[in-house]
């Protein structure tokens, strides 16, 4: 089985403040084989942007402290010198994020934006930057890219704009693209057309995905695994539709429970997650789902709050959650997948 | 940018022309500036103070006397029996002068004391706020923000005998400050300028480091640096390429107002050092009265703020391309 492309060991990502540490990743451990695509699904403070801001080492080091592994081809980027890191970002690993307008420099062209990191990993002159940035509009599905690759970005609308961020990060070819929630800021028309860029690219370049999103159906879509993250950790993991169809932890039922239904009654109220996330600077001992959970009292005793659930099993479909495999089996086959109207066989 | 250029221009004109009626409406109409009697001074006979009222037209209706004004600035006038060749801003009260000629005159000395004080808290006020917020929360920083302070505390009129006492008087390493031009000998324009530079600039360092200092920590919150960070660039290209940029804008909204107030004259330090440029003709007239020659340095004032507007506005527009000049 060849080496995955990027392998995460027990990620720990602690920012020092006046109030306390806040561990804003507490022990993250997933890996991603090559042109796969790992969605990131969570609530926000959930540690899904600190974990993959982390992977490039753009954390500040005069406050915050990333330890654990992060192998990319082999190479742990934990502590990489800075000079290492650099090669790699834009070039082997690359970054889009959630708002185009405020993500890319106001004072450039688009095409001076995408020569720029062309030209700072190849070595290419002007002309050779400035022809592959036209070329690299023209994939991205930019209309006479020879003409708006002078444009600035406060000339492109949204969904150009993202675009166009998505043309600086693949114009390197990278092995491993980081999407950090790349259609929240846009509409849902827009959206699908984004979604439909990346699948095309991610097959003509055979890219890596981390996408991280709040959005189970960019999930469903997009994502080949699926990570669902909580308070700093991950609580599920599994291939999208061993988590969509059957999810096995109390806290991605209650996201799914809480999708709102385009057919049925509009009547019936929608159903959230109640209460809200933990402080990370104060974490429960046990699990840090417990308060909002209603099933912690099927678990014999009190090991919900006093034991931190392990994700278990260590392949395959996993869950921390300390309720046994066929209870959990059974509750939502029972009674969350009825309630929420999940239809379909598993 | 030229149809921006030209409104702004016809803007400027009729700013200009609403500071000159109220600024003659100021001295020449207000009662209790007896202009008449201002302008002879001691040898006041009624026939002088007679004649004057006939040559200055004081018997007309203020807007007549106003519009000859502005007639005289654009081309020229007679009052009384001398000719007053444009622009005429009248003659002085106290030397019997052309207003305009003594003005220019005395320009040379404010331009050169205002371009080589621009210079140096330019470069060592930016430099010093870019080290503070390059080392935001370290030993440099504060060290930087504490010489800020000190420096923008300390007044020209305390500074400038302190060092005329060292560098001058006790030690010889400087001569004492004079204006010599710069086309005549540029080394003894440097040496005769350099300590009224110095004491100039290191008050307006302190507002230029804090000011760097903020703009450019605001900047690297931004966004737009995370994602060239993310990109790949070294340190010293996102700071200086991207970020140095951004943190520009209120720099140079400042730096025209303080470029455009120095050119009309730093009234303090010409007094300290006994340079004799425009700060010292205004000094001067008001303590004479002499009306038309502070109407003239008012108006010189307001020409230069005016035209300092209009260039940070273009500069802008030439640093933001999201400002459409239009």
Same mark, same amino acid.
């Given at each position: 089985m060849p080496e995955p492309l990027l392998s995460v060991r027990d990620l720990k990502v602690r920012f020092s403040t006046d109030d306390g540490v806040v561990k804003a990743v507490d022990g993250l451990s997933f890996d991603l084989p090559r042109g796969r695509t790992l969605?990131?699904?969570?609530?926000?403070?959930?540690?899904?942007?600190?974990?993959?801001?982390?992977?490039?080492?753009?954390?500040g080091p005069e406050h915050s402290e990333v330890s654990g592994e992060i192998l990319f081809e082999g190479e742990n980027l934990v502590g990489a010198r800075e000079n290492t890191l650099r090669k790699l970002r834009g070039k082997r690993i690359s970054m889009i994020f959630q708002d185009p307008l405020t993500s890319l420099s106001p004072y450039y062209t688009i095409g001076e934006q995408i020569a720029e990191t062309y030209r700072k990993h190849t070595g290419a002159n002007r002309k050779q930057a400035k022809r592959r940035a036209v070329e690299m509009l023209a994939k991205v599905g930019i209309p006479r890219p020879e003409r708006r690759v002078d444009d600035y970005p406060h000339q492109f609308s949204g969904g150009m704009r993202q675009r166009a961020m998505i043309a600086i990060a693949l114009c390197c070819d990278p092995d491993l693209l980081i999407a950090d929630e790349p259609t929240t800021a846009l509409d849902v028309t827009v959206q699908a057309q984004i979604l439909d860029l990346l699948r095309e690219l991610r097959s003509e370049f055979d890219t890596g995905i981390i996408l991280i999103t709040h959005?189970?159906?960019?999930?469903?879509?997009?994502a080949d695994e699926v990570l669902v993250m909580y308070a700093g950790r991950c609580v599920e993991r599994g291939t999208v539709r061993e988590v969509l169809k059957t999810p096995q932890h109390p806290y991605s039922w209650g996201l799914l429970s809480s999708i709102p239904h385009l057919t049925g009654d509009v009547d019936v109220p929608l159903v959230p997650v109640r209460g809200t996330p933990p402080s990370?600077?104060?974490?429960?001992?046990?699990?840090?789902f417990q308060p909002r959970c209603d099933f912690s009292a099927r678990v014999p005793g009190d090991r919900c709050t006093t034991e931190r659930p392990s994700l278990l099993p260590e392949t395959g479909h996993a869950s921390a959650c300390h309720l046994s495999t066929s209870d959990k089996t059974l509750i939502f086959t029972d009674e969350i997948r009825p309630a929420a109207g999940l239809t379909g066989r598993p | 940018m030229l149809a921006f250029l030209v409104r702004r221009l016809l803007g400027a004109a009729v700013i200009l022309l609403i500071i000159s009626a109220v600024t003659f409406l100021l001295f020449f109409a207000v009662p209790g500036n007896e202009v008449a009697a201002l302008s002879c001074g001691k040898s006041c006979t009624p026939p002088v103070v007679a004649e004057i009222r006939a040559d200055l037209g004081l018997d007309h209706p203020v807007w007549q006397q106003y519009l000859t004004y502005l007639g005289g600035i654009f081309a020229g006038r007679a009052i009384g029996d001398n000719a007053c060749h444009a622009p005429c801003l009248g003659y002085s009260f106290v030397n019997k002068q052309p207003v305009w000629d003594t003005v220019v005159g005395r320009l040379p000395v404010t331009v050169s004391l205002a371009i080589g004080a621009t210079?140096? *808290?330019?470069? *060592? !006020?930016? !430099?010093?706020?870019?080290?503070?917020?390059? %080392?935001k929360g370290k030993l440099a920083d504060k060290v930087s923000m504490v010489f800020a302070l000190l420096g923008g505390s300390m007044q020209i009129y305390v500074l400038a005998p302190f060092f005329l006492y060292i560098f001058v008087y006790s030690s010889d390493l400087l001569p004492r400050p004079t204006y010599v031009s710069f086309f005549d000998s540029p080394v003894d324009w440097v040496k005769g300028l350099l300590l009224p530079w110095v004491c100039l600039a290191i008050i307006f360092i302190a507002l230029y480091a804090r000011l760097t200092r903020s703009s450019m920590v605001d900047v690297l919150n931004e966004d737009y640096? %995370?994602?060239? %960070?993310?990109k790949g660039l070294t340190t010293s290209q996102v700071y200086v390429k991207h970020a140095f940029r951004g943190a520009m804008s209120p720099v140079v909204t400042i730096l025209g107002l303080d470029i455009a107030s120095l050119f009309a004259g730093a009234i303090i330090t010409e007094q300290s050092f006994g340079l004799v440029g425009v700060g010292q003709l205004a000094v001067n007239s008001v303590l004479a009265s002499d009306l038309p020659m502070m109407m003239g340095v008012?108006?010189?004032?307001?020409t230069a703020v005016v035209i300092a507007n209009i260039v940070v506005d273009v500069v802008y527009a030439a640093i933001d391309p999201r400002i459409k000049v239009a």
């Open positions: 969605g990131i699904v969570g609530e926000s403070g959930s540690g899904k942007s600190v974990s993959s801001l982390a992977i490039l080492g753009l954390h959005d189970m159906g960019v999930v469903a879509q997009m990370l600077i104060d974490l429960p001992p046990g699990c840090p | 210079v140096l *808290f330019l470069v *060592f !006020g930016v !430099g010093l706020g870019m080290l503070a917020a390059l %080392r640096i %995370r994602t060239v %960070r993310a008012v108006l010189l004032a307001a």
